[in-house]
């Protein structure tokens, strides 16, 4: 793989065989700086993401009952309507 890209940049140089091993065992601990966050780029969400997930259906449920309880209420109000129509005619 001495010639793969990742996108239009070189992801580096191919690994060499012959390159010489490191004589110790001793792990090398070094203090790196904290990169700076001022530069990174803004993840946008993808448009497919779950954007709202309940695992416990709770408040599915919930959501369904008011559903329901606003389609009853509406649907008597429409019966209302219906019968003050009725009345007005007889």
Avoid: C
């Avoid at 700086?33 to 993401?49: F, G, L, W």
């Avoid at 779950?50 to 509406?74: C, E, M, N, P, Q």
Wanted: aromatic share 6%; net charge positive.
């Amino acid at each position: 793989m001495p010639d793969r890209f990742v996108g239009r940049a070189r992801s580096g140089d191919p690994v060499r065989l012959d390159a010489p091993r490191p004589t110790s065992n001793a792990a090398v601990r070094a203090r790196v700086d904290k990169p700076d966050v001022s530069t990174r780029r803004i993840r946008t969400p993808e448009a497919t993401q779950a954007i709202f997930v309940d695992h416990s259906g709770r408040r599915g449920k919930r959501l369904r009952w008011t559903t329901y309880a606003l389609l009853l209420f509406v649907l008597l109000l429409l019966a209302l309507l219906w019968i003050t129509q009725v009345a007005e005619v007889g």
